[in-house]
């Protein structure tokens, strides 16, 4: 199943522009937008009013082709769009060409590529059930505002745990290639940088289970600052070196799963990810719908037939009794426990837990109790309408586990076939990052993202506190927004009554110092890493940088744009575009083609009112 595309990389960067003239045509005829049929017609999936979508279509029409016109559009591109612009100004009695078919070995390409929109979902566009049509969006996402800036010389510690998660980006995908802006908490950003898979220098040994680079850069959306861009690898088990694995399988069963990219996906999902799983390792299966009920007992992988065969006859009904069924779950992890092994529940849901005794608060506790126990949560939404994006954020995050949107079978092997040591595998926990800057050099900062992750300062070096855990071979990034001391761009006065702590002469020209702390899988207590910030990591210009790190600054300028972020007002979609296709780099399975075609996607629906 690890297989890479092979197809041509504009095959990913050209369906945007298309997209969206085909939304807008589906908008101007005054039905819902096909790309996604189960979209309730009164409200669309990104929570935005139906009658804003049947705007003239003509609108969008120069919007695309400018947007062809940008970075990295090609040839082949702009004449998609072209033909994608007719169609939208098309007489309303017309209807859209039925898109070529590709055949035998370029269509398994296409269906494989995620940059592809509609040709990647091998699970077809989901339909409208009984159980969900007509109903109204109840999707739900936790509020947050932007990090602050803070000044360097009054707060000059910054701290936060880890975070792995990137539900975000697949959800903000999904929202952008259904013809809608996302709404501003949609966006995480960090959860769109990291989306992404970065070469980032691991370490050598476990003994030191992750590095840090950290690389200083002139920041495309505003001179007057810089960016501290801190990219962290953790180390690659070798597949012989793989602890055992002992998983259940928390199955949503209720009848708000009946949805084609719900349960059916749910279950094409699990079974890529039995497949690469070691014989000897275990899988039990809980469902809940009304009341929770064990499907399959633990039973090893070298039985691989049983296991699929228990996921075959899952069916979608009745109410959700999710309380009931993670209480169950646990029971048969605990059952089968595996020592210096790894015991992990994967709940998979569209995020509906309506029935039960237990409230969120006490979900909380049991999923600690557990965590406490050696048995982690990870979280994997599926589907639209019920997804309750908050609750699954806050259970990840304290069941030790990651928070995974998956909305086709591509997202699905991405997550669970192509991370799969990353997503079931830590090689550290309770991983913090704390930044000391030098008032010195660096008069304000400012975290990009990460804002549900930030800690106190005392938390930094209290190992009761939980913090986010590191799977191998992960990478993790963070950018900070810095303005130098000298800088026009500083937003607070110096005081009139207050003078900088005196610097240790030692500091030289450090702009700041780097501290991690970690615990090894099965410590109770943290170890620490320490490095300084100096302007022998600092690279200008921005050309000068890696492509990783640019490409990593270029996501991070996207989501603050979707989010409606001041910050980056004066940095169009071009420029984004631009510095993302210069810094595409290899792209073995197209994630980074698609991003290019989100970018354009998004600016087409910006400049038409979307």
């Known amino acids: 199943m690890h297989r890479k595309l092979t197809a041509a990389p504009a095959i990913a960067g050209l369906l945007a522009l298309p997209v969206a003239g085909y939304v807008a045509w589906q908008l101007a005829e005054g039905g819902p937008v096909a790309l996604d049929r189960g979209a309730p017609p009164a409200e669309t999936a990104g929570g935005r009013p139906?009658?804003?979508?049947?705007?003239?279509?003509?609108?969008?029409?120069?919007?695309?082709?400018?947007?062809?016109?940008?970075?990295?559009?090609?040839?082949?591109e702009r004449a998609v769009a072209d033909r994608a612009v007719d169609t939208l100004l098309a007489p309303r009695d017309a209807a859209p060409a039925a898109a070529p078919q590709a055949s035998g070995r370029a269509q398994s390409r296409l269906l494989r590529a995620p940059g592809t929109v509609g040709a990647s979902r091998p699970v077809p566009p989901p339909a409208p059930s009984d159980a969900v049509a007509g109903q109204e969006n109840r999707e739900r996402f936790a509020g947050f505002a932007d990090n602050p800036v803070r000044s360097a010389l009054e707060d000059p510690v910054s701290t936060f745990s880890i975070d792995v998660d990137t539900a975000s980006y697949a959800f903000v995908r999904r929202v952008l290639n259904q013809?809608?802006?996302?709404?501003?908490?949609?966006?995480?950003?960090?959860?769109?940088?990291?989306?992404?898979?970065?070469?980032?220098?691991?370490?050598?040994?476990?003994?030191?289970?992750?590095?840090?680079?950290?690389?200083?850069?002139?920041?495309?959306?505003?001179?007057d600052t810089r960016l501290m861009h801190v990219g962290i690898k953790g180390y690659d088990i070798a597949p012989a070196d793989k602890p055992a694995a002992n998983l259940v399988f928390l199955i949503d069963t209720s009848g708000s799963m009946n949805a084609t990219d719900k349960l059916p996906l749910l279950k094409a999902a699990f079974r890529l990810m039995v497949e690469r799983l070691a014989p000897s390792d275990t899988v039990s299966i809980v469902t809940y719908a009304g009341n929770a009920g064990t499907v399959l007992e633990p039973t090893p992988v070298a039985d691989k037939a049983r296991i699929l065969d228990a996921l075959d006859r899952l069916e979608a009904g009745g109410r959700t009794a999710g309380a009931a069924g993670i209480r169950e779950a646990y029971r048969l992890a605990r059952q089968s426990f595996v020592e210096s092994g790894v015991n992990r529940v994967m709940?998979?849901?569209?995020?509906?837990?309506?029935?039960g005794a237990a409230s969120d608060a006490e979900l909380e506790r049991l999923i600690e109790a557990e965590r406490e126990a050696g048995v982690y949560l990870s979280v994997f939404g599926f589907g639209r309408g019920n997804l309750n994006d908050s609750l699954m954020q806050t259970l990840a995050q304290n069941g030790n586990g990651t928070a995974a949107y998956i909305d086709t079978l591509a997202e699905a092997e991405k997550v669970l076939v192509e991370e799969a040591s990353a997503t079931l595998f830590p090689i550290a926990g309770d991983v913090k990052i704390q930044v000391e800057f030098n008032p010195a050099r660096i008069a304000e900062y400012r975290l990009i993202g990460y804002e549900s992750r930030a800690l106190s300062r005392a938390d930094f070096n209290d190992d009761r506190v939980d913090a986010g855990d590191i799977g191998a071979g992960h990478t993790v990034t963070a950018i900070y927004e810095i303005t130098p001391a000298d800088s026009a761009a500083r937003l607070y006065d110096d005081l009139r009554y207050g003078a900088p702590a005196d610097a240790d002469p030692a500091a030289g020209d450090e702009l700041a110092f780097l501290r991690l702390r970690y615990k090894l899988p099965g410590e109770d207590v943290s170890r620490l890493i320490e490095r300084p910030v100096s302007e022998a990591d600092a690279v200008a210009p921005l050309a000068a940088a890696s492509d990783d790190v640019r490409f990593s600054i270029a996501v991070a300028a996207f989501g603050q744009k979707?989010?409606?972020?001041?910050?980056?007002?004066?940095?169009?979609?071009?420029?984004?575009?631009?510095?993302?296709?210069a810094a595409r780099g290899s792209d073995p399975y197209g994630y980074r083609a698609e991003f290019l075609s989100l970018v354009r996607l998004a600016s087409a629906l910006e400049r038409g009112g979307r």
């Open 562 to 581: 979707l989010r409606g972020s001041d910050r980056t007002a004066g940095l169009g979609y071009d420029r984004i575009l631009e510095i993302a296709s």
């Open 179 to 223: 013809g809608v802006m996302p709404e501003r908490d949609h966006v995480r950003v960090e959860e769109m940088i990291n989306y992404f898979s970065y070469d980032w220098p691991g370490p050598a040994s476990p003994d030191t289970p992750f590095n840090a680079t950290v690389t200083v850069t002139p920041n495309p959306w505003n001179a």
């Open 50 to 76: 139906a009658e804003r979508q049947r705007e003239a279509p003509a609108k969008l029409a120069p919007a695309a082709r400018e947007t062809a016109e940008v970075a990295g559009a090609t040839e082949a």
């Open 347 to 355: 709940l998979a849901t569209d995020g509906d837990f309506n029935i």
